[in-house]
């Protein structure tokens, strides 16, 4: 059993930045793949980008490439999400994630979930 708190969710202008954290506890933090994943408003949870264990691959969903950084501090079983440039379709809960590892993008590995924290990107 992994638990994972998510926090860093807030209100933010177009243009803005945020950074998310996620604080995992209960099995050992470095042998799990993590990622980030987000549900807008009626609709479902898409991916937004994964980090395997060690932090030595990550992926990024074409939405938000070039604009949000996934890492991870094993050290301090933490994971973030640099988000920058924000866009109001960038409007969520973003919800951090830990599973198996795998030899790709562990995007369907995922079997713990926080609750999410909330980012609302609006004038």
């Known amino acids: 059993q992994v638990q994972l708190v998510e926090s860093g969710g807030a209100l933010v202008q177009p243009g803005g930045s945020l950074r998310l954290s996620c604080a995992a506890s209960?099995?050992?933090?470095?042998?799990?793949?993590m990622g980030w994943f987000r549900q807008a408003p009626g609709s479902q949870r898409d991916f937004v980008a994964t980090?395997?264990?060690?932090?030595?691959?990550?992926y990024y969903a074409e939405s938000v490439k070039g604009r949000f950084t996934i890492s991870r501090d094993n050290a301090k079983n933490t994971m973030y999400l640099q988000m920058n440039s924000l866009k109001p379709e960038d409007t969520a809960v973003y919800y951090c994630?830990?599973?198996?590892?795998?030899?790709?993008?562990?995007?369907?590995?995922?079997?713990?979930w926080g609750k999410g924290t909330l980012v609302t990107v609006s004038t």
């Open positions: 994630a830990a599973g198996p590892n795998t030899n790709g993008n562990p995007l369907y590995s995922m079997e713990y």
């Open positions: 209960g099995r050992t933090f470095s042998s799990y793949a």
């Open positions: 980090i395997s264990y060690n932090g030595g691959r990550t």
